[in-house]
């Protein structure tokens, strides 16, 4: 039987009900028993209740989902950034030998599954920092790594230091793109605004 049915077919019974439970209510509080405006004011009362309640549970599930997306998204953007740089440097290495060759299929491969997670970042949290990023793993720069090397012998190892810095640079990049992906709040407080410009957000 529903509330409006019990109501109607036996309101004495439907009063008692509603008066016995917000005495209830007020004495856990310490409070004296007051006779409620009518039933249908504590009808109301149930009502808005349990819609109040059921939007916080809601806020509170979409609040978790957002957050969990951002951890993995941040997580994801992290381990693509460290294998570009590993590959990267791994090439480096080969390269620095005279007459070196090299196959640089996994150092692109590396730097497309970065440029996925960056993509994947911007859609979550965008930042003037990624978007950059996102240029510069697409850059001269990152062709240059695996590009023909110099024959002279100083020419390549002032290569080989450019190109190992780069690669830390991009990483550390990175990390930082990733940790603004995982911020909780959207804002930058008074006490971050230098730092979010640091960041690029």
């Known amino acids: 039987m529903s509330f409006e049915d019990w109501r109607r077919t036996h309101p004495q019974d439907f009063e008692r009900a509603c008066d016995a439970l917000i005495a209830a209510n007020r004495l856990d509080f310490g409070t004296s028993p007051v006779k409620p405006a009518g039933p249908a004011t504590s009808l109301w009362s149930i009502l808005i209740s349990a819609v109040v309640g059921a939007f916080l549970t809601l806020l509170g599930g979409e609040w978790r989902s957002r957050r969990d997306r951002q951890v993995q998204t941040a997580q994801a953007l992290r381990s693509a950034a460290a294998a570009y740089a590993r590959e990267g440097k791994a090439m480096v290495r080969a390269l620095a ?12 491969a590396a730097r497309d599954e970065l440029a996925s997670k960056l993509h994947e970042s911007e859609a979550v949290r965008g930042s003037a ?3 950059t990023l996102l240029e510069e793993i697409f850059s001269i720069k990152a062709t240059a790594v695996v ?19 780069w690669l830390s640079a991009v990483e550390a990049d990175a990390m930082r793109v990733a940790a603004v992906v995982q911020r909780p709040w959207p804002w930058h407080g008074p006490q971050s605004a230098a730092q979010a410009i640091q960041l690029g957000a």
């Open 97 to 108: 030998a005279p007459m070196a060759q090299a196959d640089d299929s996994t150092y692109y």
């Open 129 to 131: 920092l990624g978007a």
């Open 147 to 165: 590009a023909r090397w110099p024959d002279d012998p100083a020419a390549r190892r002032a290569r080989q230091q450019e190109a190992a810095q």
